[in-house]
Nanobody, 124 residues
Framework: QVQLVESGGGLVQAGDSLRLSCAASGRSFSSYAMGWFRQAPGKEREFVAAISRRGGSTYYADSVKGRFTISRDNAKNTVYLQMNSLKPEDTAPYYC?????????????????WGQGTQVTVSS
């Protein structure tokens, strides 16, 4: 069992930056690949970024590539999402999730544990 708690969301203007954090507790954090997803109102939950267990591989949605950076600190049991050049269409609650390695990290169904989410709102 892994418990995940996101933080760092807020209200910003277009072009600003935010850094989201996701703190994990429970079983060994470094055993899991980690991902970030978001779900705008009326839309399905969508993949944003993922990172392998040791951080050697990262994956991004095309919509955020070049603007967002995922990273992790296994000593602190924390995964981060640095979001730069934010756009109004980035507005959504953002969720972190943990996956047993080896699956397709782009898919919601590959993740076994989820946080409660942190709201990101970008005004134009």
């Amino acid at each position: 069992q892994v418990q995940l708690v996101e933080s760092g969301g807020g209200l910003v203007q277009a072009g600003d930056s935010l850094r989201l954090s996701c703190a994990a507790s429970g079983r060994s954090f470094s055993s899991y690949a980690m991902g970030w997803f978001r779900q705008a109102p009326g839309k399905e939950r969508e993949f944003v970024a993922a990172i392998s267990r040791r951080g050697g591989s990262t994956y991004y949605a095309d919509s955020v590539k070049g603007r967002f950076t995922i990273s992790r600190d296994n000593a602190k049991n924390t995964v981060y999402l640095q979001m730069n050049s934010l756009k109004p269409e980035d507005t959504a609650p953002y969720y972190c999730a943990a996956s047993i390695p080896g699956g397709n990290y782009y898919l919601v169904g590959e993740y076994h544990y989820w946080g409660q989410g942190t709201q990101v709102t970008v005004s134009s």
